[in-house]
């Protein structure tokens, strides 16, 4: 195989959604995403110079994992500023996360999980090596 295939090609995101408009709404006007375009397959949005294609589906079944999520400077104000648009985080039996439902990973990496409107789960994450 090719190795350099991939080599300047950039990643583009999937998520699926059973109303684009209540998804359109958090992710342009909660999370901050501008959207550059819509067609009837899809809304995109750029994430920040990664392309995220969210699109329409009559039927839905969110995965128990994390499908998306962002490397974050401060978690606790992310976590903070979400909270006050009105995200709730998932608390975890088990994970020991603080009140706001940041847990801190053994290496110290720090990781706080969210659903989109479909339930789709999304996570923020602050690495300790910064």
Known sequence: ???????????ISFIVTRDRTKAKAFYGGIL???LIHEDPFAA???????????????CLAPA??????????????????????GIRFTLY??????????????????VAWF???DGNN???TQFARR
């Open 93 to 110: 039996d088990g994970f020991g996360q603080d009140h706001l439902g940041i847990w801190k990973a053994p290496g110290g990496d720090q």
């Open 64 to 85: 128990p994992h994390t499908v998306l999520g962002w490397d974050v400077p401060d978690i606790v104000a992310a976590v903070q500023a979400l909270t006050a648009a």
């Open 1 to 11: 195989m090719n190795t350099t295939l991939f080599a300047g090609a950039k990643p």
């Open 32 to 34: 901050g995403f501008t």
């Open 115 to 117: 659903p989109d409107p």
């Open 44 to 58: 995109v949005f750029d994430m920040n110079g990664t392309m995220l294609r969210i699109s329409a589906v009559d």
């Open 122 to 124: 999304l996570s923020l």
